[in-house]
């Protein structure tokens, strides 16, 4: 195989698995007879070599390993020049393979390979010494996300390395693994891949990430901050689930900490150990859900806080009219605006102190009828018990407008 090509220095160096029956040939465009020439060191020191030549074209059978070969004057003015190396003298040696926990051992993992092989030289027409790279791959399991929001699954990793590779330094897998170590690109070429497998490596590496989901839909008139921040209008229950590179994560805790409103420090308020928790937030306040799972001999810790949630402070607004009847669906139900409202009952009264209506959902009301007919125009009392999102009960009371057209 030709294993590189310098045009620059019109050099072909040439790889080839055994040198019984190898010839080197040239043909010429101009008549004359050839001479052929090797060299070791440098073009300008090379030595005269017997060939055959039948007409235009000669060739040479005595082909050794470690030499640079031409044809000199007269065939061409600028000679081509061709290197050989007899790969079945140079094929890598593969000896051992093992992994080396270091003392970041749940980051990165050393594995150590003892190879022998001897560098690929050759030599320019000029005398400057180069060489080739040999390519060796890496195989070895790990598992890996498969989304956003989904498990973790099952990898294959096959990484490229090249030249030197006593010491290869990887991500610290995931699962349970067997490393073999494949090579070089001309072994594979000529048939002959040299390979070797390590002993089965116990994944200590943990690595984790979360989802966080709610089925709650904020009424319309239900006032909640927007953004990308979770939370809003309590009360609020999120599902957390933790995604791990099981069985190697084995113990899952989940914290959850809210901010002390005076001296703004985290204090645990929740401690779960599953891989799922389902939380009802009820109080105004900042929160940090975090997340920690370790292996079962919790030798590597990932821990990580996946999200702040923002729960709003209460409001609570009574509207001091609306025209029920009048224009459909503009201001023709009663219903106040709410914030972070855990507990609640509205009651409506007419002037006399009779109770005509009560609702207690917030994100309803009252849509100005009583039996099914709508009440005359004229004051009515609204009384609102609630509770707010610091856990007090709470009383608000408004006269309301009720505003019509003739029945």
Partial sequence: ??????????????????????????????????????????????????????????????????????????????????????????????FNLQASEEEDKC??????????????????????????????????????????????????VNMDL??????????????????????????DYFGILQAIRSDQYRAIAVKTYGTAETTKEHADNEVHHAGETLGGSSPIQYTFTAYANVPVAAFYIWKILQQDSLTGNMNTIVRYTDKILQY?????????????????????VDTTTFFD?????TIMKIPNAFSPGSSIGVNDELKVSFTSVTAFKASVYNRWGNLLF???????????????????????????????????NRTMSRAVNVLRGKN
């Avoid at 010429?28 to 055959?52: E, F, L």
């Avoid at 949630?309 to 402070?313: P, S």
Wanted: aromatic share 12%; net charge negative.
């Fill in 309 to 313: 949630v923002v729960i709003d402070n």
């Fill in 107 to 156: 980051t990165n993992l050393k594995i150590l390979a003892d190879v022998e092989a001897d560098p690929l030289n050759y030599t320019l027409p000029s005398g400057a010494p180069a060489g080739l790279t040999r390519s060796y791959q890496l195989q070895y399991d790990t598992q890996a996300q498969t989304d956003d929001a989904g498990p973790f699954l099952p990898t294959e």
């Fill in 280 to 300: 009802n937030f009820e109080q105004a306040g900042i929160y940090h859900v975090g997340l920690e799972v370790s292996d079962g001999q919790s030798v590597c």
């Fill in 1 to 94: 195989m030709q294993a590189a090509n310098d045009t620059q220095n019109r050099l072909g160096v040439y790889l080839l698995n055994g040198l019984a029956g190898v010839q080197i040939s040239f043909t010429s465009s101009n008549p004359g007879t050839h001479q052929w020439y090797r060299y070791k060191d440098s073009a300008n020191n090379a030595t005269p070599v017997s060939s055959v030549q039948t007409g235009n074209t000669s060739y040479i059978t005595d082909v050794a390993d470690g030499y640079g070969y031409f044809v000199g004057l007269p065939t061409e003015e600028l000679p081509h020049y061709v290197w050989i190396i007899d790969y079945s003298r140079y094929v890598p040696r593969f």
């Fill in 162 to 187: 090249h030249g030197l590779i006593s010491e290869i330094v990887i991500d610290a897998p995931l699962a349970d693994t067997y490393f073999t170590l494949t090579g070089d690109q001309f072994a």
């Fill in 358 to 392: 009560q609702w207690s959902d917030p994100s309803k009301g009252w849509d100005g009828r009583v039996n099914g007919k709508f009440v005359p125009t004229g004051v009515y009392y609204v009384i609102v018990e609630y509770k707010d999102s610091s856990g007090k």
